[in-house]
């Protein structure tokens, strides 16, 4: 290979970091954007999050900060936890914008519907944790109150930062199990999966699902279950999916 020739291949592979920057770069002012407007209405978000512990307790709806800092952190990362929820989709757009030239027409087609999806099946999974699973889990806490004027009373007043902490860990949970179909179905399209290999795999899916739910949640029965069943559903539908996606092969071959 001559010295041209060399300089030659260097271009294009030059060209592909520039686009790279630009779109990284693209990417983080919009970032920056979303983030400051989450943070402008943090409160607001703030409010809607512990909707479920206010229904749940009712006139008893109190919580705590025990540090001075401690709800500015917290806006603070309502503010970027909503600004990446809100900017997801974007990133995808940019992620299959990136890597769709280098794709054939066919590859494009069926590289598409993932980019879609997967933004959708985490927002599912962030709707489930707000309006199934945290009302679930707060009216199992709260039967755990002593309110006895005979002796000491217990009751439930989390700090702002732990609630937090809580929903947000069940949201990026059930978000990452909730892409249980597109992870097997593009497996199934490079071959490294077939739907007789995960049927056959069901037993230890199961198994593997309540392990990984148990490690993701709190570490109560209610957020365990109610992680690991929508799971395995989606289970059973990635193997619909993926026997749909070896007939097409196979019509096409």
Do not use: W
């Amino acid at each position: 290979m001559n010295e041209e020739s060399i300089e030659t291949s260097k271009a294009p592979l030059i060209d592909h970091f520039i686009e790279l920057r630009t779109r990284i770069l693209r990417s983080i002012f919009v970032l920056s954007v979303t983030f400051l407007f989450a943070f402008i209405f943090s409160e607001n978000i703030y409010l809607f999050l512990v909707d479920p512990y206010e229904k749940i307790m009712g006139s008893n709806s109190q919580m705590i900060y025990t540090a001075p800092q401690e709800f500015l952190i917290v806006k603070l990362k309502i503010a970027l936890f909503g600004g990446l929820l809100i900017t997801f989709p974007y990133f995808c757009l940019e992620i299959y914008s990136f890597i769709s030239p280098g794709l054939y027409k066919k590859e494009k087609i069926a590289m598409l519907p993932y980019f879609i999806f997967s933004p959708i099946l985490f927002l599912v999974g962030a709707v489930t944790v707000q309006f199934f699973i945290m009302p679930l889990a707060l009216n199992f806490f709260s039967n755990m109150q002593i309110n006895d004027a005979d002796n000491i009373t217990v009751l439930m007043m989390p700090k702002v930062s732990e609630y937090l902490n809580l929903i947000t860990s069940l949201i990026i949970a059930f978000g990452l199990c909730f892409q249980l179909p597109v992870l097997l179905s593009l497996l199934a399209r490079v071959g490294f999966v077939t739907s007789a290999y995960l049927k056959k795999g069901r037993k230890y899916a199961i198994v593997l699902v309540f392990l990984i739910a148990a490690f993701l949640t709190p570490p109560d029965l209610v957020s365990q279950i109610g992680l690991a069943i929508p799971t395995l559903i989606l289970y059973e539908i990635s193997i619909l999916i993926v026997s749909m996606i070896e007939k097409k092969n196979n019509n096409e071959k």
